[in-house]
T-cell receptor
Framework: AQRVTQPEKLLSVFKGAPVELKCNYS??????LFWYVQYSRQRLQLLLR??SRESIKGFTADLNKGETSFHLKKPFAQEEDSAMYYC??????????FGTGTRLTIIP | DAGITQSPRHKVTETGTPVTLRCHQT?????MYWYRQDPGHGLRLIHY???????DKGEVSDGYSVSRSKTEDFLLTLESATSSQTSVYFC???????????FGPGTRLLVL
């Protein structure tokens, strides 16, 4: 079955420390991968998608097909990074499958 | 933000009453989606539409119905609301397969 897993429900990181939010998937093909962010009581916003290979707000994500992972990383956390982060995959159709999300808290 | 609005933004209702949520877009996108967001479950797809009068079920469609009579509007109806349908509901739009989905501001629904 096609599945997206975010193993950490909660993650706390000190300001200035590196951040890594994990995302693993199960799919034999080549999915389209996205990271969405939701700041407190706001709508979900696209943070980045792997096909564009952009760095947004200092975040990057690399697709590792061997490990079927798409972890989100940032070298130096900032307080404004505190939010809910969702990994999402498109398995070759018109739908997205979301992980359960990781709530990131940056400790000042 | 993409031109997506949802109404109402907040609603409190009683068990057994019908409820309709509206999603309106000004982007002329073909695909529209309804999700519910619950702690520990992330976002789960309820129903989606791939064109006017063309809809299909998502993973949690029981107890929900949808309609799309115009490109810009996608309605979600809870025929007889239950407490388990207390949630935050998000609408999303997309231009096509594999493309980015853009989300509305959400509707907080409380069923007493």
């Amino acid at each position: 079955a096609q599945r997206v897993t975010q193993p950490e429900k909660l993650l706390s990181v000190f300001k200035g420390a590196p951040v890594e939010l994990k995302c693993n998937y199960s799919y034999s093909g080549s999915p389209e991968l996205f990271w969405y962010v939701q700041y407190s009581r706001q709508r979900l916003q696209l943070l980045l998608r792997h096909i564009s290979r952009e760095s947004i707000k200092g975040f990057t994500a690399d697709l590792n097909k061997g490990e079927t992972s798409f972890h989100l990383k940032k070298p130096f956390a900032q307080e404004e990074d505190s939010a809910m982060y969702y990994c999402a995959l498109n398995f070759g159709n018109e739908k997205l499958t979301f992980g359960t999300g990781t709530r990131l808290t940056i400790i000042p | 933000d993409a031109g997506i609005t949802q109404s109402p933004r907040h609603k409190v209702t009683e068990t057994g009453t019908p409820v309709t949520l509206r999603c309106h877009q000004t982007e002329n996108h073909r695909y529209m989606y309804w999700y519910r967001q619950d702690p520990g479950h992330g976002l789960r797809l309820i129903h989606y539409s791939y064109g006017v009068k063309d809809t299909d079920k998502g993973e949690v469609s029981d107890g929900y119905s949808v309609s799309r009579s115009k490109t810009e509007d996608f309605l979600l109806t809870l025929e007889s609301a239950t407490s388990s349908q207390t949630s935050v509901y998000f609408c999303a739009i997309s231009g096509g397969q594999g493309k980015t989905q853009y989300f509305g501001p959400g509707t907080r629904l409380l069923v007493l």
